[in-house]
């Protein structure tokens, strides 16, 4: 008894709909830093009420539950495609397209129901338009993934891409019309429909979990390694970052170079305009610093107002030094920052290796020992100008 099978399993469906909806709530709930999630649950809820109402027009037909179940469908597609976007750090989509999409839908669907009255292209219609959004879930969370995470995001994402390619399979044979004893008839399709949709719900919830778990723990490592502050690997990544450095440099026969920065004059203007000045000029000198890097070099802060940069094959020591000065240019540059007017300056010092050093543990002392006599230059000069630039002896990165 086919119909019998068909709706019994579009019960099961909507009670695996609702379990795991409730599941993702709840996995929501429990790790409220983690947003989408939440987003997905409702969808799943929204698909839900969509299966409860064709289960109803299947034994009491109306043209109105038929239209406003597939509304639900397509919106409650929409809504767990925003929820993964927004998990994955993606932009939401406007608010005009999905009020537009939904629109253009529903007016076609009703053309074609009260009008025409064509189950053809109304089955075209749903099916291309619920596939094309799955197919988007599937991109979203499959899309610019760590390759760490790759087996679970990847894996979440197929559950999608085959709920959609069944889906546009569906709408493809409509265009035919096949005897009902053929494997790829309407009511077959239909069947393989619903049972991908129960894998598929189930699937997303599991995929769900395991990817805001990964999720947790990636943050978490990041606040191990990153400062809050800057966003700048911190000491502890930078130590990482130079013993894998020295090691490829011993391997292939390379050269590294290590530059220490201070902000001069720092401790003198937190102490005057208050911490959250401070936090504000540490944040706008270290952008300024980023925006002067390249790929092989690691800028981190690893101090209150002290950064340290790695710069793997750096070339001559002139070129080096031509680094030195443009980050020097690029956070000297006059700012604003609690109704105070104040142009920054950094002392730096520098190492390099293996032509100071035998070791690149010795390059961040000597390129620290390098940038305080350059600071303790600048203060001989001027006690009442520590904010000054100043020249200094070789090895000190001076213009």
């Not at 027009?57 to 397509?74: C, D, K, V």
């Not at 760590?146 to 709408?171: F, I, K, M, P």
Request: proline share 3%.
């Amino acid at each position: 008894m086919p119909s019998l099978d068909l709706f019994t399993l579009s019960c099961v469906t909507i009670v695996n709909l609702l379990m795991t909806s409730a599941a993702m709530y709840f996995v929501s709930r429990v790790n409220r830093q983690t947003t989408g999630i939440v987003d997905c649950a409702a969808g799943g809820f929204v698909l839900a009420s969509a299966f409860i109402l064709s289960a109803v027009r299947a034994m009491y037909p109306s043209s109105a539950l038929n239209i406003i179940a597939n509304l639900l469908l397509l919106g409650g597609t929409i809504v767990l495609l925003e929820g993964i976007r927004e998990f994955r750090g993606m932009k939401r989509i406007r608010p005009t397209v999905t009020l537009g999409g939904l629109a253009l839908f529903a007016a076609l669907y009703a053309l074609w129901l009260f009008e025409f009255n064509s189950i053809r292209n109304r089955t075209i219609l749903a099916s291309f338009a619920v596939s094309f959004l799955m197919y988007a879930c599937a991109w979203a969370m499959g899309s610019d993934t760590d390759h760490r995470d790759r087996s679970v995001h990847w894996a979440t994402a197929s559950v999608y891409a085959l709920q959609a390619t069944v889906l546009l399979l569906r709408g493809i044979l409509a265009f035919r019309v096949i005897p009902e004893s053929s494997i790829f008839s309407g009511r077959t399709i239909d069947l393989l429909n619903v049972i991908t949709v129960n894998f598929s719900c189930m699937g997303s919830a599991f995929g769900l979990a395991l990817a805001t778990n990964l999720k947790l723990t990636r943050e978490s490592e990041k606040l191990a390694q990153f400062d809050a502050l800057t966003n700048l690997p911190n000491r502890r990544y930078f130590e990482e970052r130079l013993e894998q450095a020295e090691r490829r440099a011993i391997t292939a026969g390379g050269n590294l170079a290590v530059i220490y920065c201070d902000l001069d004059g720092f401790k003198q203007f937190n102490d005057t305009l208050g911490h959250e000045a401070g936090d504000e000029v540490l944040r706008v000198v270290a952008g300024r610093l980023r925006q002067t890097m390249q790929e092989n070099m690691c800028l981190a802060r690893v101090g209150g107002d002290e950064f340290l940069v790695l710069v793997e094959k750096p070339g001559r020591p002139e070129e080096t030094l031509s680094l030195v000065r443009a980050m020097r240019t690029a956070v000297g540059q006059e700012m604003e920052v609690a109704g105070t007017k104040l142009t920054p300056k950094i002392s730096c010092g520098m190492a390099l290796y293996p032509e100071d050093v035998s070791s690149a543990a010795d390059m961040v002392r000597l390129a620290d020992s390098a940038m305080y006599a350059m600071k303790q230059q600048a203060r001989s000069a001027d006690p009442e100008n520590p904010l000054g630039w100043r020249s200094a002896a070789p090895r000190l990165a001076a213009d």
